[in-house]
């Protein structure tokens, strides 16, 4: 995004529009802590703004400010497509292709509005007027604090939006220890909290919030982890059984694929769950290093993200996709042994 995109877009915004703003489909904390991060920073601008989202999210999520505004398509279609077809700007965060978002691809891509992207994953498709895309990022806040820079309203930034912004900066970066942390983003939070946000209680609301349920599920999860030493790589697996016999619900199973990650020696962690309801293996990749699991995702796992975390998904049974996981490792054991 060069000086003249930020000079239009000023322009653009000196004046009131209606504005939607949508996350990727499963929406995460980053996902959601920038949409509502931007809708806040909008709305001072006396515009019509709101947060889409494909559908629903996890309750670990559901106490940001302006949380409770947010209309979800998979429930609410008409709604939604409406504001969309409506809509003179849309935004789109923490995603960089239409397919992403599911079942809103069509409307989005049928949309006369003007596209603004703001996103740092890799391979960016090209629908969007104004594009700011860059990996080298910790996470999409991170990004819309740096786009309010530019557009010279940093002083705007109030405690909801610091809020917002700080939950997402702080899931992406594993709460400020992946590679992607740097000092800037450091200085961002440290600028954040100073605005207002809460950076204890934001950890308690998103962390300290697990039912006995979920514990349970993550022992269950622990039992089943298995690690190929020869290719420093450790999985996980949940069946749809294991899923239902603790109540599992949305989330409960985020950040769960770490815990493969933090055994000594570990570089590449997998976690495979089993989803009978959309018919596919929902598939995480976590690595350390220069080892890319968003090639090995794009190449096997239909699928991406960034180079030390990326998602997928099977369409074979739960079986089936843990065998064809550990007959590609072996193609990968130099590369996994350069770590
Ligand atoms: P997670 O494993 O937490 O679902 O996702 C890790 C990263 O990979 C996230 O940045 C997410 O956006 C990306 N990702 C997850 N699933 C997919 C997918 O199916 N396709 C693509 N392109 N990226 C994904
Ligand atoms: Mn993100």
Redo the contacts with the bound molecule.
Sequence with gaps: MNKQDIDSIKQLLSAPKKIVIVP?K?P?G??IGSTLGLYHYLLKGDHQAQVLTPNDYPGFLKWMPGENTILKHDSQTKACEDLVNDADIIFTL??N?F??TGNMETVLSESKALKIMID??QAPDDYATYMFSDVSMSSTCEMIYHFIDMLNDLDLIDANIATCLYAGIMT?TGSFRFLSTTSTTHRIVADLIEKGANNAQIHNNVYDTNSYNRLQLLGCALNNLKVIPESRAAYITLSQDELNTYNFTKGDT?GV?NYGLSLEGVVLAA?FIEDKQEGII?????SKGNFSV?EM??AH??????TN?????SYSSLKKTVEKFISILPAYNNALNDV
Excluded: M, P, Q, T
């Excluded at 929902?282 to 976590?286: C, F, T, W």
């Design positions: 990727h499963n995460d980053d996902a923490d995603f292709a397919h992403r740092h994953h992406d985020e694929v976690i929902k598939i995480s990749l976590r968003n995702s794009r796992f239909n699928g991406g993200g960034h975390a990326a998602g997928g998904k």
